[in-house]
């Protein structure tokens, strides 16, 4: 997957003149802090070069992510056509590009940032943009959301490993208030992006929340560590995005976890896949998510007709339904 090229334009605007070892420093600096989920106080893009390393090295990953869980929820629930949204985190815009992108319905977007170099960027980066109006707001997800109206979806990716974990019961029960129809969170694909998610997951179900994807099912999940529940996007890196992180493949894969919670309960329950498919000459073997709560690895053959025909045009992260076939 790549950036939208309006947005991909913007941001090789943004990024000429910077001098390359100052963006590789910068780059530097902030995976390490990403990688050891660093909690000092300070924001990882506290400055203009940090949000400028973001843009180079992991916009287009975040992108991916994001893209791909919207459209995961959009296909759970198609007529889900959101007009505002409310984007918790939203750093350069990532989400607002993403979400615009799938739903041309969306007419007005909030987009709170704490890190006044991320939102001077985002800006930037959007200054073209005439649908949605955006409102970008100054301000700290875990105090600042009193007086935010509600929005149609309401959005949080990458965010919750920067903040204190004691902080986020009362933040996500807010954003879940905020929500008017769909709320969507994503985390890195990590076991700790994972088991963030999981208590989210187990907090919206309490307050009633309708789980829309990736979980066919409101039981627990049935996964146990070591294992843990991710997906993966291919991401195309450009040559400013190499030579930033000293990388020799064009492409880097995105790992990532997602959680959307909904209003409106899902019609269907498809089973996801939660592993690359195996596949081999006339079968398919998939590890499924189950509308049962349960996980387990199934093996189609050509005596399973439809289904099997279905299954194996599956990848990792995609759903299959088992009772149509
Ligand atoms: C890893 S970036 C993710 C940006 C964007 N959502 C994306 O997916 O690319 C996390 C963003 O959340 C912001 N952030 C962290 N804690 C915050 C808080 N308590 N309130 C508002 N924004 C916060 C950071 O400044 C940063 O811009």
Not at 64 to 85: C, G, I, K, Q
Not at 235 to 247: E, N, T, Y
Not at 248 to 272: H, N
Request: charged share 25%; with cysteine; proline share 7%.
């Amino acid at each position: 997957m790549e950036l939208p090229a309006e947005l991909r334009q913007a941001v090789e605007r943004l990024l000429d003149g910077v001098p390359l070892a100052t963006l590789k420093q910068a780059s530097r600096t902030l995976s390490d802090r990403y990688r050891a989920e660093v909690r000092d106080g300070r924001l990882h893009m506290g400055d203009d070069i940090a949000a400028k390393a973001y843009l180079a090295t992991r916009l287009p990953a975040t992108y991916a992510a994001v893209r791909t869980s919207l459209e995961a929820l959009a296909d759970t629930l198609p007529d889900f056509a959101p007009t505002t949204m409310l984007d918790i985190g939203a750093g350069p815009g990532t989400v607002l590009w993403a979400a615009t992108d799938l739903w041309t319905s969306i007419e007005a977007a909030t987009l709170l940032e704490a890190s006044n170099a991320a939102r001077k960027v985002g800006q930037t980066l959007a200054a073209s943009i005439d649908k949605p109006q955006i409102r970008w707001q100054a301000g700290d997800g875990t105090i600042d959301l009193a007086d935010m109206p509600a929005a149609d979806l309401v959005t949080m990716a990458y965010v919750m490993d920067e903040i204190a974990p004691a902080s986020l019961p009362r933040l996500i029960e807010r954003l879940w208030q905020l929500t008017a129809g769909t709320l969507l969170i994503v985390e890195p694909g990590t076991p700790a992006g994972w088991q963030r998610i999981l208590d989210a997951r187990t907090r919206l179900i309490a307050v009633g929340a309708a789980i829309a994807a990736p979980c066919p099912h409101h039981a627990p999940c049935p996964l146990t560590a070591p294992d843990w529940c991710h997906f993966s996007r291919r991401v195309a890196r450009s040559r400013l995005h190499r030579l930033a992180k000293d990388a020799d493949v064009p492409w880097e894969d995105e790992k990532f976890i997602y959680l959307a919670a909904s209003r409106t309960p899902r019609a269907a329950r498809p089973a996801r896949v939660l592993a690359p498919p195996k596949a081999g000459s006339g079968k398919v073997a998939l590890k499924l998510c189950q509308p049962a709560g349960t996980v387990s690895e199934r093996l189609f053959t050509k005596r399973d007709g439809e289904t099997f025909k279905a299954a194996r045009r599956l990848d990792w992260g995609d759903v299959l339904d088992l009772e149509s076939g």
